[in-house]
């Protein structure tokens, strides 16, 4: 139900190729980097030319096909030996989006399928799985945009923070997937986007999805969010996550954590839309998730430019969590899970667990 163009972040137009749009240059740039082994995935995603919870899966599992599309091998053992190594690659490049895992863990189900089957075979399944991770995430998107859109009132203003649009996803976007369902079903809403520090990912690249789209948004610094609020400029929070622990805390860019708070304070409905590959059925709480850390430049540096004294010590963790408890609801492509959290999640996780096994 798409009705714009889809902006593809990656794509796996043929073997030995995967095409990654290098969201480092956006907006300013559009550069297409083009990777032709899994190595090359893996540090696309480490430097960021790519980011974002579902498309770094989607990425990974397109680094294990292409790793395998490339290498050579002599022996059925060579073989596992090359997929076991890319997959422990991919793992280590990224800590906090789940989304990583659960793809590997994906491709690592599709090779023991086809672990008898020719080598051509072998390749061409992995392909076909890598790619149905993509379109699978953009279908679960379109799904969970229906269900969200529901929760937006025509004349809404809805605070966004980071970027969760087609440039963090295999399309349409997780919280920014909700707004563009909305406004595709014709509904008048208006954008506030959190500029989204140290990276910029609301500043840089939901700015520019949105503007492409002619969705109205306007751009607010990090720390106007609470003047907002406390103008009745917003009307709701919708945020996406990198990581849903079972009892409903979520992690998710730094400086969501802040905004729960703030929407609290000024009873303001807080939203996080993710797909079910984002909830960690092994993570209990949000304490169980690790928290990447980022280099120290991010902080200190503005554009390339020094702005923090020389010696200075940094912290500069990249994700935070916000509690199930300041959350009002988690829009899933299945449906819309309400507090309490914790037994929705238990219940959603079933029903899938059941689904897969008939
Ligand atoms: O560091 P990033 O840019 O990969 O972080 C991205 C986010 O935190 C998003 O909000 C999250 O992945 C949900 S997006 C669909």
Known sequence: MSATKRIRAIDYPRSGVVEVLDQRLLPLRERTITCRCGEEVAIAIEEMALRGAPLIGVAAAMGIAVEMDQAKWDSAQQRHACFTTICSRMLQTRPTAVNLAWAVERMRQA???LQEKSDVE???GLQTEARQIMEEDWQMNLAMGEHGASLI???DVVLTHCNTGSLATGGHGTALGVIRSAVQGGKKIRVLVDETRPYLQGARLT???L???GIEATLIADSMAAHCMQKGMVNMVIVGADRIAMNGDVANKIGTYNLSILAKEHQIPFYVAAPSSTIDPNCIAGSD?????RAEEEITHYHGHRVAPKGIPVYNPAFDVTPAANIAAIITERQILLPPLGS???KLMQEIRECHSI
Not at 289 to 293: D, G, R
Request: proline share 4%; no cysteine.
């Open 289 to 293: 998730i690790p928290i990447e850390e």
């Open 111 to 113: 090779y023991g399928k």
């Open 211 to 213: 503007q492409q789209e």
């Open 207 to 209: 700015s520019w999805e």
């Open 122 to 124: 072998m390749l061409a």
């Open 153 to 155: 009132k025509d004349g």
């Open 344 to 346: 929705a999640l238990a």
